[in-house]
């Protein structure tokens, strides 16, 4: 049985640009698979009660491969592997999600301040036969975050849209006393899990 890669582009069902720069770094060839008006995909975001951090991650990211293959057939495009991905930050068993307004935001991170916390990230690929799911899970640890520091980065408007209310890769860096993971896991596309998907769905790299 042949081993040559089937794919010469994969469709990123993510509004990203850290996705797509992680995915540029692996020199992987992609297209947007993007909801359309008529779609609510914060709605898939949605925490349920009870729910721990790992199954809604795999829950969410499981949704969004799923919704990502309705669009793709719906459009009539061609066939090609889907890539899909969540981010999740999780204090303990609390999820802390995308802050909805500054008050959020600086709640969140005054939470994190000075604490170890989770990122958990993950990729869903659909090979055009079946789903395959890996999930990576990575520790960051903040040193205690100054008031001052903290309204800053929030009116920077950084937090906004990001799970924890921050980007690893934003100014508040600086404030990052250690991780333990996947710095890429952390971005939000985990390129060692990643890889391993795109090669066993026969991708070329």
């Known amino acids: 049985m042949s081993t040559a890669p089937l794919h010469d582009f994969i469709y990123l069902a993510s509004q990203s640009p850290r996705r797509r720069q992680l995915l540029d770094q692996l020199g992987v060839r992609?297209?947007?698979?993007?909801?359309?008006p008529d779609e609510d995909a914060e709605a898939l975001e949605a925490e349920r009660p009870g729910e721990g951090p790992a199954d809604y991650v795999e829950r969410v990211t499981r949704a969004k491969l799923q919704a990502a293959r309705a669009r793709w057939k719906a459009r009539g495009l061609p066939a090609a592997p889907i890539l899909c991905s969540d981010t999740t930050v999780a204090l303990g068993r609390r999820i802390?999600?995308?802050p909805a307004d500054a008050d959020e935001a600086t709640a969140t991170l005054t939470r994190l301040s000075g604490r170890s916390h989770k990122v958990l990230t993950a990729v869903a690929l659909w090979d055009g036969r079946r789903s395959h799911l890996a999930v990576n899970v990575s520790t960051v640890k903040f040193a205690p975050l100054p008031t001052e520091?903290?309204?800053a980065y929030v009116a920077s408007g950084e937090p906004f849209g990001k799970a924890g209310a921050y980007a690893i890769q934003s100014a508040l860096a600086g404030w990052i006393e250690r991780i333990a993971g996947s710095y890429s896991g952390i971005?939000?596309?985990p390129l060692y899990e990643t890889t391993q998907l795109l090669r066993q769905a026969r991708v070329r790299l």
């Open 30 to 36: 992609h297209e947007l698979l993007l909801p359309g």
């Open 96 to 98: 802390l999600g995308k």
């Open 149 to 151: 520091v903290v309204a």
């Open 187 to 189: 971005m939000g596309l």
